[in-house]
Antibody
Framework: QVQLQESGPGLVKPSGTLSLTCAVS????????WTWVRQPPGKGLEWVGE???????NYNSSLKSRVTVSVDKSKTQFSLNLTSVTAADTAVYYC??????WGQGTLVTVSS | DIQMTQSPSTLSASVGDRVTITCRAS??????LAWYQQKPGQAPKLLIY???SLESGVPSRFSGSGSGTEFTLTISSLQPDDFATYYC????????FGQGTKVEIK
């Protein structure tokens, strides 16, 4: 059974960097695409970016200059870094493996 | 980028009603479309993948159809547990989500 669990700070200061990790169990991180999605409070779902096990990445064009997704095969996890955050980046962040496996999400608030 | 247009944005229905939600892609996505159900405070739950394949454990009252640019999600007989927000998502080229459809009690 595939399980994904997001972790990271729940509060980030404006202009700071949002860093999240997704721990993977029940699946090999050495195959497939690994994805981040976010959802601002009361709003819809927004795809953030993805990484292939080989290291290839794709990012949402609206975030491209600020976002980095990386994979750590030794720790069976992948990560999201979002720089220069503002209040507009406040959201629940989900990690996912394909369409079928999602984490439960973690709320990140950008506030001083 | 592929845009997904979902309608309606809100739908009022009664228990037992047949409900249909539509999703349109800005270009052909073949059958690379998923439907999710989301309740407040919960992660999206996959209902349908590849446009018409029912995810394991999802009740058979949910069905999906379509290909190319036009897709529908149908709930054959709405149940109390089905009042939620539904999203379509294309995964033909990166990912894009529809705006969501909130199914409310009439």
């Amino acid at each position: 059974q595939v399980q994904l669990q997001e972790s990271g700070p729940g509060l980030v200061k404006p202009s700071g960097t949002l860093s999240l990790t997704c721990a993977v169990s029940g699946a090999s991180i050495s195959s497939g695409w690994w994805t981040w999605v976010r959802q601002p409070p009361g709003k819809g779902l927004e795809w953030v970016g993805e990484i292939y096990h080989s290291g290839s990445t794709n990012y949402n064009s609206s975030l491209k200059s600020r976002v980095t997704v990386s994979v750590d095969k030794s720790k069976t996890q992948f990560s999201l870094n979002l720089t220069s955050v503002t209040a507009a980046d406040t959201a629940v962040y989900y990690c996912a493996r394909g369409v079928q496996n999602w984490g439960q999400g973690t709320l990140v608030t950008v506030s001083s | 980028d592929i845009q997904m247009t979902q309608s309606p944005s809100t739908l009022s229905a009664s228990v037992g009603d047949r409900v249909t939600i539509t999703c349109r892609a800005s270009q052909s996505i073949s059958s690379w479309l998923a439907w999710y159900q989301q309740k407040p405070g919960q992660a999206p739950k996959l209902l349908i993948y590849k446009a018409s394949s029912l995810e394991s454990g999802v009740p058979s009252r949910f069905s999906g159809s379509g290909s190319g640019t036009e897709f529908t999600l149908t709930i054959s007989s709405l149940q109390p547990d089905d009042f939620a927000t539904y999203y379509c998502q294309q995964y033909n080229s990166l990912w894009t989500f529809g705006q969501g459809t909130k199914v409310e009690i009439k």
